[in-house]
């Protein structure tokens, strides 16, 4: 029978291990603060914004919310990261990407104070991470790492195909899955457009993490039996329901489940632990900047 990873459970799991140390703040007077800054109106980005706020309330995490008009010059918003990085009560700040064309990406990810920075995006956080000594794990790749865990699954030795080697999901990933530590110590393949052959990859791995942004490209017969499938794909297909679209994963799930041993699906897999290690992030950062032992 393939295990079906239900990434809702593990993330209330993560939730509920989180209020010991968001107490722990609160005995030290410390109410963890993030701030989430949308330049946008892009109805995917303003559902992710407004999930996040709704995550922090349920744990007990301030959530402050700027939203930039997204015609508005960009220094608008680089005035905002400043004023956010000197806030004492924010620990953690947000942009949610991606920015409009005239913005900088690259200016927004260097001027938030790499302290402040619970995405793991700015280049201080990057090299920490690539060092072997991450400070804030990016969101999505430490949640496919405790997804790994959950299912019993210990990358240790495994071989390991990404597919995908974008900045915020496949690069780190398999920077995190290589380190000599716990939940590492994998054997790494990242593949890209450019891969030739990818089932043939894919077919040898032990794990497949789908991080391509391609509606179901991994199925069943890139697959060999037991193959444990992390999908981090959210895709809008259309569709004949009430919006008018579905929601599908990198993965063609139905097929793939037929090979895999464990699998995640879409949705309910990666996309609930992203935010819940967002606010892992966030309770790391005011247990870091207000020098309290939140034990995570
Ligand atoms: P990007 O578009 O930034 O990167 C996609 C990567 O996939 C690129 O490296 C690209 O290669 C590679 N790729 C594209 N087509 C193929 C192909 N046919 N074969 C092999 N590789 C291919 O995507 P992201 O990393 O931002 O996101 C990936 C997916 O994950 C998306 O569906 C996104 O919505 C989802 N996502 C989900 C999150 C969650 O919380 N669940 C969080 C973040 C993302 P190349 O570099 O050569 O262009």
């Known amino acids: 029978m393939t295990h079906v990873i239900d990434g809702n459970a593990v993330a209330d799991e993560i939730r509920s291990d989180l209020s010991e140390s968001i107490d722990a703040l609160g005995d030290a007077g410390v109410e963890p603060g993030l701030a989430t800054v949308l330049m946008s109106e892009d109805p995917a980005s303003e559902t992710y914004v407004s999930m996040k706020q709704r995550d922090c309330e349920e744990v007990g995490i301030d959530g402050i919310h700027v939203e930039i008009d997204p ?10 990261i400043d004023e956010l990085n000197e806030d004492p009560e924010v620990h953690g700040i947000l942009v949610q990407m991606p920015v409009p064309d005239h913005v900088d990406e690259r200016e927004v990810l260097n001027r938030i104070d790499p302290v402040k920075d ?5 280049p201080e956080n990057v090299g920490k991470l690539v060092a072997g000594h991450a400070r804030y794990k990016p969101c999505t790749p430490h949640g496919v790492q405790k997804l790994l865990e959950a299912a019993d699954v210990d990358p240790e030795g495994k071989d390991v195909v990404i597919v995908g080697r974008s900045n915020i999901v496949g690069k780190p990933l398999a920077n995190l899955l290589i380190q000599k530590t716990d939940l590492g110590n994998a054997t790494v393949t990242v593949c890209h457009s450019r891969t030739n052959d990818l089932g043939a990859k894919t077919r040898n791995a032990d794990v497949v993490v789908a991080a391509c942004g391609v509606p179901q490209l991994v199925d069943g017969e890139m697959l060999t039996e037991g193959t444990t499938v992390i999908d981090v794909g959210v895709n809008r297909v259309d569709a004949d329901t009430d919006k008018g679209y579905e929601l599908v994963g990198d993965v063609d799930f139905e097929s793939a489940k037929e090979k895999a041993g464990a699998i995640t699906p879409v949705p309910g897999g990666v996309g609930p632990m992203t935010r819940a290690m967002l606010l892992y992030n966030t ?9 309290v032992d939140v034990e995570l």
């Open 71 to 80: 015609e508005a010059p960009a220094e608008e918003l680089y005035d905002t």
């Open 118 to 122: 619970v995405d793991g995006f700015h």
């Open 283 to 291: 309770v790391k950062a005011a247990g870091l900047q207000k020098d």
